[in-house]
């Protein structure tokens, strides 16, 4: 799976978007974008990918540029409940993990919504 | 609701006393897994299970069991306890292999002292 890297951490203010970039320079022709996040101890949580087009669902946007080699995660209106780790993870999809869908998270970036 | 369920979610226990986390999920999924999370060291795979009888190791399976005689359930035994296995563990699971759209319980924090 691609390296990826991301800003340790990031501060936003409630109501305004975030934006969470995320770099994968090495990503590969058959490689998704995912990002998933944690808020404190909870579980992981998918919030959305893609593989060259930019993608939206209820959580957030996903821009991907256009030579892949990084993108951005975006949460329009961020609110308190946005405060969590998020993590940009680089893989194929299907048989190419030869059924282990293991997830290898990275460090993260810290977002931290401000009142 | 869609939903990954782990028991207990906190568990004090001491050295060589066997116990169970469960998992189950009522999404039907085929792929299952356990994690555990450690401060530094981030999440590790223990096992996972393609689907019903179907499992295999991940990174960190030493003093892990776990079976899959169910779809829906995918419990994590171990069988004698060591204070190394401190750790907040986390069951997944996903529609099927090919699928990394994966689900999380709510994670299970376990203290052998």
């Known amino acids: 799976d691609a390296k990826t890297t991301q800003p340790p951490s990031m501060d936003c203010a409630e109501g305004r978007a975030a934006n969470l970039p995320c770099n994968h320079s090495t990503i590969s022709g058959n490689e998704y974008v995912y990002w998933y996040r944690q808020i404190h101890s909870q579980g992981p949580q998918y919030i959305i990918h893609?593989?060259?087009n930019n993608e939206t669902n209820e959580m957030a946007s996903l821009i991907i540029t256009e030579d892949r080699k990084s993108s951005t995660l975006i949460l329009p209106h961020a609110t308190l409940r946005d405060t969590a780790v998020y993590y940009c993870i680089v893989r194929v999809e299907g048989e190419g993990n030869f059924g282990n869908e293991k997830l290898t998270f990275g460090t993260g970036t810290r977002l931290t919504i401000i009142p | 609701e869609a939903q990954v369920t782990q028991n207990p979610r906190y568990l004090i226990t001491v050295t060589g006393k066997k116990l169970t986390v469960t998992c189950s999920q009522n999404?039907?999924?085929?792929?299952m897994s356990w994690y555990r999370q450690d401060p530094g060291l981030g999440l590790r795979q223990i096992y996972y299970s393609m689907n019903v009888e179907v499992t295999d190791k991940g990174d960190v399976p030493e003093g892990y069991k776990v079976s899959r005689k169910e779809k829906r359930n995918f419990p994590l035994i171990l069988e004698s306890p060591s204070p190394n296995q401190t750790s907040l563990y986390f069951c997944?699971?996903?529609?099927?292999?090919?699928?990394?759209?994966?689900?999380f319980g709510p994670g299970t924090r376990l203290t052998v002292t």
């Open positions: 999404m039907n999924h085929e792929y």
């Open positions: 997944a699971s996903s529609l099927s292999s090919g699928r990394n759209e994966q689900y």
């Open positions: 893609g593989l060259k």
